[in-house]
């Protein structure tokens, strides 16, 4: 059973920066898919950004620019590097994966495997 593990998440001032690290553990296969979502409570879960095991990568509008979506060297990692971090970022941060290509890929349901989700708080 794959299981996705965030950390890295925390309370950072507004302009700061954090980076958040993912890794799949029970997977013997390579998750093609990884990106991340934030959520706010009483809001859709958003799109953040995606990567690729191509190298390419896509991102939200909100985020463009200020926000880097990376894999690491180990199988199956992923990372998202956040600078100048704004008071709206403010959420829960989850962590998703499909071993698939999809046109959904900035869609929850583009992803079959989640992870249980990292808080990140930007405040002075």
């Known amino acids: 059973q794959v299981q996705l593990v965030e950390s890295g998440g925390g309370l950072v001032q507004p302009g700061g920066s954090l980076r958040l690290s993912c890794a799949a553990s029970g997977s013997t296969f390579s998750i093609n898919t990884m990106g991340w979502f934030r959520q706010v409570p009483g809001k859709e879960r958003e799109f953040v950004a995606v990567?690729?095991?191509?190298?390419?990568?896509y991102y939200g509008a909100s985020v463009k620019g200020r926000f880097t979506i990376s894999r690491g060297a180990a199988k199956n990692t992923v990372y998202l590097q956040m600078n100048s971090l704004k008071p709206e970022d403010t959420a829960v941060y989850y962590c998703a994966g499909n071993p698939y290509d999809n046109n959904w890929y900035a869609r929850p349901l583009g992803y079959v495997y989640w992870g249980q989700g990292t808080q990140v708080t930007v405040a002075s």
């Open positions: 990567s690729w095991s191509g190298g390419r990568t």
